[in-house]
């Protein structure tokens, strides 16, 4: 960037206008920025921010003028020049920057030379906005990716760059290593984040931080990423040593404002890929679990081209997304499911170890390889794996989540069975309020019973048995509580939060649609029995309507 630094108080005077001007105070700051002059009577009785401006003063209006004066330089003046001599004992404020003129000069004659050299300043950030969008802009559309943008950031401001994303973390970076891109981020983020109205220059998002990262003093000059509405990140220009003059920072503030639209756009394309690879990658794994492919070889080449080597040892993993939202209000329900998914497939990384996620309905799911052969610590490691993984989702959604697995899958053709034992497994311990990790091993009775719902015979005794009681109403929720409870109408009155009186009433109501006294022991086991198959018969169904519908 060509020098052609802003007006100040010091070049006002270099101008041959100003010829023979004095200043009052030679003690006082003549390096304060002048974008504008203004006439004393047109300002004085406001109460607006005067920074950047001279206030034009004819010398007769000084008299009994010491208030009015105070207040200007209270406002932030830059400078009071007197077009003239100014009267004898006239008591100037502290600080201020006083100009008399040795001939009077007018205000349009001094108006006219500020608007002059502002608008050259101007159109000189126009000029060199433009080169650096230009250029930039050209790199995009030539297919540079993030690394060639950030190092055309750097070239142009001649300082390091980095670019962040939303969450802080630095996507690329040139001119310093990964360590220290790492390390200033980290201590940018906080700082950046609380960025309000008052910290913002000239209206755009840019700040400028001054911090010691590892014995290095850090000038940075951050914008803000926006695409819309929509927040995205930051592009930062990081100056080590001495704090760079005024001219400097313009120039770093200019890169990186017009850089923002620029890396901000390579930014979201490179999403949209991620995302598009990431679907693709989760419809192959809903192909998995579903063992819906046209043909081994159909499922070999969609294994080679997403990495996925299906000799493995899996573990396929379940749990329920609840039917929430958690992006938010307005937001997109099926990518935040899918965030959670990505978060339950990080937890306890090993290099050895891939995970490979979707989504199904409102159900997460992670197919997981394994590191261990022997079946003692197979078991150990699913199980850990699971208590993580629930803990997690359960401190992301603040309530308890269930994450069920089947039996290992020994290669690809095992992982349906093992989905289906993990659907199995949800369905009932979510029925049964179970939290951490749910193994299908351990639902032995449910796995015997399995085998029975499945058949004619089996619903029809379940239809015998709970006549009209549809399961998700009232009653048969009162029922499910009243069985798990052992038949302790207290028990199941404290679970469900009613009155014994109105336990005992709902009971009574539970044996008419039944016709039978489900209050008697053996009437009670019969119960028990059609409601576990009712729940076998429906989770089959639905793992089966999943593969019908793909």
Known sequence: MESSPRLTVRGLLDEP????????????????????????????????????????????????????????????????????????????????????????????????????????????????????????????????????????????????????????????????????????????????????????????????????????????????????????????????????????????????????????????????????????????????????????????????????????????????????????PGGDESGGLLRLARYAASVLPHPSVRSYVTVIGDVLVVVRSLRYRDPRDVELEIAEYADAVSQDLSRRRVRPVPVAHGAPAVGADQIRESYRQARVALGIGQRLGMSGSVAYRDLRGYGVLELVAETDRSRRFVGDVLGALEPGTDLYDTLSAYLAAGGNVNAAARELSVHRNTMLSKLDRISRAMAMDVRIPENQFTAWLAVRLELLDRLRTSVENEINYR
């Open 17 to 328: 206008l100003m010829a023979g001007a004095r200043v009052v105070d030679r003690e006082a700051d003549l390096d304060r920025a002048l974008t504008w002059v203004l006439p004393f009577g047109e300002i004085i009785g406001r109460f607006d921010d005067l920074d950047g401006v001279a206030v034009y003063m004819r010398p007769e209006s000084l008299a009994d003028s010491a208030h009015a004066l105070s207040a200007l330089a209270a406002r932030g003046a830059a400078a009071l020049v007197v077009d003239g001599a100014a009267p004898a004992g006239v008591s100037w404020p502290p600080g201020s920057v006083v100009i008399e003129l040795d001939l009077p000069v007018g205000f349009a004659a001094l108006n006219r030379l500020l608007a002059e050299r502002s608008l050259m300043q101007e159109m000189h950030v126009m000029r060199y906005s433009a080169h650096v969008h230009s250029t930039l802009a050209g790199l995009l559309h030539r297919g540079a990716g993030l690394t060639l943008l950030v190092k055309e950031v750097s070239a142009l401001a001649q300082h390091p760059a980095i670019a962040l994303d939303a969450r802080g973390q630095a996507v690329a970076f040139h001119g310093v290593d990964a360590g220290r891109a790492d390390d200033i981020s980290e201590i940018l983020l906080e700082k950046l984040s609380a960025v309000t109205a008052a910290d913002r220059h000239a209206h755009h998002d840019t700040r400028v931080l001054e911090e010691v990262v590892g014995g290095t003093h850090w000038t940075c000059t951050a914008s803000t990423i926006r695409l819309g509405k929509r927040f995205e990140g930051w592009v930062v220009v990081l100056a080590s040593g001495p704090s760079p003059g005024p001219h400097e920072l313009a120039q770093h503030a200019v890169v990186t404002e017009q850089a923002t639209a620029i890396i901000g756009s390579e930014m979201l394309r490179q999403r949209s890929v991620d995302e598009a690879e990431e679907r693709a990658r989760g419809d192959f794994v809903q192909a998995l679990v579903h063992g819906s492919f046209t043909s081994q070889h159909d499922m070999q080449a969609r294994a080679e081209y997403h990495d996925i080597d299906l000799t493995s040892t899996f573990a396929v993993f379940v749990a329920p997304g609840y039917g929430e939202n958690p992006a938010g």
